[in-house]
């Protein structure tokens, strides 16, 4: 069974939430955004770098999919030991249950060193924290359709379509009444069900790849 879900950060473009940890007098800030792709993702990252251009390092990892899923994710050290920072920060994200998120963790070096652990241990803690106060929300995945149908069948269909939270893309009344629709994936069978019921079996419902 596809999943028709996911979890995102409750966060529009351009907002961000912000945490905080100090560990052994080294300031660890963590920043995290949704972002839908990978360009969304490295330009949040530069804004973080530009605005922390004084720290010793802004490490980061993302995954710009959906969660448990590798191949829109990135990470980096940015300077500390190899694979201190950014790898087991994408470890966590990949397997938090939240996918379309970036996150960057800022050090400010308090003067005593950590060690390889100690530096995992306080990258991990800091994604952590800022994950357990983060808020979040579902992303529905959805499917394009096309649907034309009589001008007799419109208000049963458009029922129909609040009734599934299906959200109409565009729409054309000529002779025949043209919809694009952006279907739940939940929703699809008892979407095409319905309005073969309601139509009588002669409505085109095309799927938009």
Do not use: W
Not at 145 to 173: E, G, M, N, P, W
Not at 180 to 194: G, R
């Amino acid at each position: 069974m596809v999943d028709s879900s996911y979890k995102v950060p409750a966060l529009e473009k351009g907002k961000f939430h912000r945490t905080e940890l100090v560990i052994k007098k080294s300031r660890f800030i963590t920043s995290v955004a949704r972002t839908k792709s990978v360009d969304e993702a490295k330009q949040f990252i530069d804004s973080i770098c530009k605005e922390f251009s004084d720290a010793r390092h802004n490490c980061f990892a993302y995954n710009a999919d959906k969660p448990n899923s590798s191949g829109y994710a990135g990470c980096s050290d940015d300077g500390e030991p190899h694979g201190t920072a950014g790898q087991p920060m994408l470890n966590v994200l990949l397997h938090s249950g939240v996918g379309q998120i970036t996150v960057v963790v800022t050090r400010y070096f308090g003067g005593i060193l950590l060690g390889t652990g100690g530096l995992v241990k306080a990258y991990q803690d800091s994604i952590k924290q800022a994950l357990d106060t983060l808020e979040i929300e579902d992303m529905v995945l959805t499917q394009e359709y096309k649907l034309v149908c009589d001008h007799k069948d419109v208000t049963l269909a458009q029922r129909c379509f609040s009734a599934l939270a299906i959200k109409i893309l565009s729409q054309d009344y000529t002779d025949k009444v043209s919809y694009t629709l952006d279907v739940p994936l939940s929703s699809v069978e008892q979407f095409t069900a319905q309005l073969t019921k309601i139509t009588q079996g002669k409505a085109l419902i095309e799927k938009i790849d």
